[in-house]
């Protein structure tokens, strides 16, 4: 058997440390936030039948292409490991019968997995926080999603220097006539285009727009903008999403060459985008996905969402945005073993009343003290053979306060 210690696999992260009480704090008040909209808490499977996923996203896409990690059970079945959440709560919802719930507003996070080229912002399992709102055909429902995500960022501290990127992608019929005039214009420079955008070509145009490649992105600017398709409808709902985000006071850019980088959108489509995380700039995006439903064999059922890599978010918040301190409240000071048992009791009844508190009850009392101080808490309570007798404290705590008061 070798001795050698395995090595974790490329693209995944042990997160520790400053990073990840970044991370718990992206979690923690996307949790808060959430509840302040009435999103529903849902948790959803890790894997699904691999057709949740290749039906819904669209087989064209770069995720299911090229990213996704597929692999056959021991039953024979093709499965993968989620790449996305939408297309698995939209699996839920039909093989649950939300409908019922309808319109419903739900919230997850968790990890997803893709197989990309590991870079800085980029990982092969990451991790997002995620809302949908399902059965909601109302450009209200694309409003709330965009105020609830800019009152996230503005949370978390980090909204300086982040844009929303707005965009529609019109109904089902601008969406044709704006394709095929992409079709006529990037048919026209083919043979200039990446490899893959010749292949997009055929297959689905708009992705072409979305495209990394410098050799694309030359040609995207002049390309047939959305605007000269949009049918009145799709003209009046986009006009109630802007006139709603100004309303809520959530500044937004428009960008005509916005797509995202799956199939199902129709309508709204957005990204929050960033300078300060190089290539990896999108830091939050999503869309209506009007059809995708009905691509898992379901009745037609209008719904919106968004998605946010929460490593993203975490690398804004530790370089200028705000992680509250954590300090700790009370160190439990034990000046000899005969101490113990009140000091344990002690312990007990700091945390019950809701105070972080440690316990230092090792080495010689002068190490002890030592130990203790290093902890930097804002007070150290002394516990000996007779039992609680005496503290010192540095800075206001009224719960901590009302604690030690109510020892006497
Ligand atoms: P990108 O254009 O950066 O590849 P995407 O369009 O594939 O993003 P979505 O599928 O919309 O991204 O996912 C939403 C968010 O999830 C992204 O904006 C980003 O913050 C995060 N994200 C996507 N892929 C990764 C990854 N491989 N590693 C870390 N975060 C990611
Ligand atoms: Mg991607």
Do not use: C
């Not at 090229?66 to 989620?82: A, I, N, P, Q």
Request: no cysteine; aromatic share 8%; charged share 25%.
């Amino acid at each position: 058997m070798s001795t050698k210690t395995p090595q974790a696999i490329r693209g995944t992260q042990d997160i520790f440390g400053a990073e990840a009480e970044a991370f718990a704090h992206v979690v923690e008040t996307f949790e808060r936030v959430r509840k302040l909209y009435r999103f529903r808490r849902v948790e959803m499977p890790v894997f699904e039948k691999t057709e949740v996923f290749s039906r819904s996203i669209g087989e064209t896409t770069d995720v299911v292409s090229k990213e996704m990690y597929s692999f056959e059970d021991r039953g024979g079945d093709s499965l993968t490991l989620r790449p996305e959440f939408t297309a698995g709560i939209a699996r839920a919802f039909l093989t649950n019968g939300w409908q019922q719930h309808a319109p419903l507003k739900v919230a997850t996070h968790g990890p997803l997995f893709r197989y990309e080229r590991p870079q800085k912002g980029r990982y092969r399992q990451f991790h997002q926080i995620d809302a949908e709102i399902i059965g909601a055909g109302e450009p209200q429902a694309d409003v709330e999603l965009l105020v609830m995500a800019d009152q996230l960022l503005k949370e978390l501290g980090i909204s300086d220097g982040v844009t929303l990127m707005l965009n529609t992608l019109g109904d089902g019929e601008s969406r044709e006539a704006w394709r095929a005039a992409l079709v006529d214009y990037f048919r026209a420079v083919q043979g200039e285009l990446s490899e893959d955008s010749q292949d997009r070509l055929e297959k689905n145009p708009l992705r072409i727009l979305d495209s990394k490649d410098p050799r694309d992105k030359a040609f995207v600017g002049d390309a047939p903008k959305i605007d000269d398709f949009l049918s009145a409808e799709a003209q009046d709902f986009f006009g109630k999403v802007t006139s709603g985000l100004d309303a809520a006071g959530v500044e937004w850019t428009r960008a005509p060459s916005l797509v995202r980088g799956l199939d199902y959108y129709r309508h709204t489509a957005f990204e929050f985008v960033t300078d300060r995380l190089g290539a990896q700039g999108t830091v939050l995006g999503g869309g209506r996905y009007d059809g995708l439903m009905e691509s898992l064999g379901g009745a037609p059922t209008p719904a919106v969402g968004w998605a946010a890599g929460i490593e993203r978010l975490a690398m804004l918040v530790s370089d200028g945005g705000s992680v509250p301190a954590d300090k700790l409240e009370a160190a439990v000071l034990v000046e000899n073993d005969e101490g113990l048992p009140a000091a344990i009791k002690l312990l007990s009844g700091l945390r019950a009343a809701g105070v972080s508190a440690e316990i230092v009850a090792s080495g010689s009392p002068k190490k002890r003290y030592d130990k203790a101080v290093k902890l930097g808490p804002q007070a150290i309570l002394r516990v000996n053979e007779t039992g609680y007798y005496g503290f010192s404290v540095d800075g206001e705590n009224p719960r901590l306060d009302a604690f030690i008061k109510s020892l006497v």
